[in-house]
């Protein structure tokens, strides 16, 4: 499932003009949704949403969307769609991701649930500062809990995760800050030279 925030209240740190960090936040989430529809491990897309934009793309590209009665915070969201994905599939395990990762591939996303499948534990894949979460798994009997917010990376080590050990780079570039921003600016740059 990807949990993505309003986007006429999310990206706010990234000190944009409103309109600009709003159309940001929606194409990122729309971005991230396709991105997991393209992973071969990946069985039901879900999207855990209270934005009309957000939704109806993801609709749009056949995404399931859970729609948040009111701004519920990222724990009691990825908890409702943690639900609403065992409703649909009883039996498979359950992927968090958030919906901020520009540079997402598929096969990065294929590597961590790879990794899960093989050793079957909760696992978590840290954001590039390591201190952030930004993709969880655990198996359909299991509920280590939800542990998203400041320094959750070491709450969710806590709440029984395991950090993964594959952790592709992709699956760890949030954009979270005007660094972030920055660094993503120039990497696209140098890619295009």
Not at 22 to 37: I, K, M, Y
């Amino acid at each position: 499932m990807v949990l993505a925030k309003d986007a006429r209240v999310a990206k706010t740190r990234l000190q944009l003009p409103r309109e600009e960090t709003r159309q940001l936040a929606v194409s990122l989430a729309a971005a991230t949704v396709r991105t997991s529809f393209a992973a071969e491990k990946v069985g039901a897309v879900l999207v855990v949403t209270g934005d009309q934009d957000i939704s109806l793309d993801a609709v749009q590209v056949g995404a399931e969307v859970v729609a948040e009665p009111r701004p519920l915070g990222i724990n009691l969201a990825a908890a409702l769609g943690r639900q609403r994905a065992l409703e649909l599939r009883p039996h498979a395990p359950v992927a968090v991701l958030v919906a901020d990762l520009p540079a997402l591939h598929p096969s990065d996303l294929d590597a961590v649930v790879a990794e899960f499948i093989a050793e079957g534990a909760p696992l978590f894949v840290a954001d590039h500062e390591g201190t952030g979460t930004t993709f969880l798994i655990h198996g359909p009997d299991t509920l280590p809990g939800f542990g998203f917010g400041r320094s959750s990376a070491a709450m969710h080590w806590r709440l029984g995760y395991r950090r993964a050990r594959t952790g592709p780079r992709s699956l760890r570039w949030d954009l979270d800050t005007p660094q972030d921003l920055a660094a993503l600016v120039l990497s696209n740059g140098l890619a295009a030279s």
